[in-house]
């Protein structure tokens, strides 16, 4: 994965640096000197899921070397799928590259209330270095594009911290609650670890976020979950 902010910093070691500049209109903010931090002393995370750690398992990262710890269930299994889509079509999760992937964790400092979601093992964060929290820099479009049709698949069960504030790019969580119907439908159709009539998507296949019908499905859960 090759972000916008590295281009343009290989470009004004060459001296293309104007040409670059103009091309790809990145905004010249910098990131946040300082985030508000805080310990989180709650029960359950900010999306109401109980931290618990027995709840947690480690699940493989399908189609990668990486193994991480989630929350058991429905959580993982949309989770996963947000991970193995990120790694096949925008980049590579086991490389170390951008932060990698982090999941699960026990320490309770938080940046902002959706990072607790961590603690639960209801969140997830791919590249976290190239995109932390309240970072400006963002996703080249056609990325984003593959987000967005990620978060279609998962028909609203999960959030992207690109559209939170503090914005936080390299974010995913579960946004349904524990026993949510359509969270475990979804879940169901995403698993990959249990057999199924039909499956969207499976490791190395993906569809195509440039479809039609995809994009219109797409858009339609941005303006619902941005309203």
Excluded at 36 to 47: C, F, H, V
Excluded at 136 to 146: K, R, T
Excluded at 166 to 184: E, I, M, N, W, Y
Excluded at 216 to 224: D, I, S
Aim: proline share 5%; aromatic share 4%.
């Amino acid at each position: 994965m090759i972000s916008r902010r590295s281009l343009l910093s290989a470009a004004a070691a060459t001296g293309l640096l104007a040409v670059a500049s103009s091309a790809l209109a990145t905004p010249a903010s910098a990131d946040a000197a300082a985030i508000p931090t805080g310990e989180w002393d709650r029960e359950l995370s900010a999306n109401g899921w109980r931290i618990d750690p027995d709840a947690i398992a480690v699940h493989r990262v399908e189609g990668t070397s990486r193994s991480v710890s989630l929350h058991q269930g429905d959580a993982a299994a949309v989770l996963l799928h947000v991970a193995r889509r990120w790694h096949y079509e925008i980049g590579a999760v086991d490389s170390g590259e951008g932060g990698g992937m982090t999941a699960h964790t026990t320490r309770r400092t938080v940046g902002a209330d959706f990072e607790s979601n961590h603690l639960s093992g209801t969140a997830i964060a791919l590249h976290p270095r190239a995109y932390p929290l309240a970072g400006s820099e963002g996703l080249w479009p056609h990325h984003e594009q593959i987000v967005r049709d990620i978060l279609a698949d998962c028909e609203g069960t999960v959030v992207w911290g690109g559209d939170l504030t503090p914005v936080k790019a390299s974010h995913f969580h579960v946004a349904a609650r524990p026993g949510d119907k359509t969270l475990a439908r979804v879940a169901a159709r995403l698993d990959t670890s249990k057999p199924t009539l039909y499956r969207a998507q499976t490791a190395g296949t993906v569809a195509d976020p440039a479809a039609p019908a995809r994009r219109v499905k797409a858009r339609r859960l941005q303006r619902a979950q941005t309203d």
